[in-house]
């Protein structure tokens, strides 16, 4: 069996509150090396800042929708990513 080697490389843009009682945002820069983008958009979405539905499936007329928050993901050049999560203030 031929051996596959994956290398993610991730840049934090921002990461929690900007400020008291603000929602939180992740965002973040991923390049690739030997993944495709469907590789890569399970690495964010299940293990970098776990989320399940996109800003489009966002419902912020439904609690548990709401509460869960979003992400949103998209290729901005060769081999790179962004990948961005928005989870709103619940105190």
């Known amino acids: ?8 490389s991730v840049k934090v843009i921002r990461e929690g509150q900007p400020r008291p009682y603000a929602d939180s945002e992740y965002e973040y820069e991923i390049e690739a090396e030997g993944c495709n983008e469907y590789t890569v958009k399970e690495f964010c979405t299940r293990f970098l800042r776990p989320c399940k539905q996109t800003r489009a499936e966002w419902n912020t007329k439904n609690a548990d929708s709401y509460f869960h928050g979003y992400y949103e993901f998209s290729k901005i050049g060769e081999n790179k990513y962004r990948y961005y999560k928005k989870e709103p203030f619940c105190d």
């Not at 069996?1 to 993610?8: F, G, I, P, T």
């Open 1 to 8: 069996m031929a051996q596959r080697e994956y290398r993610l």
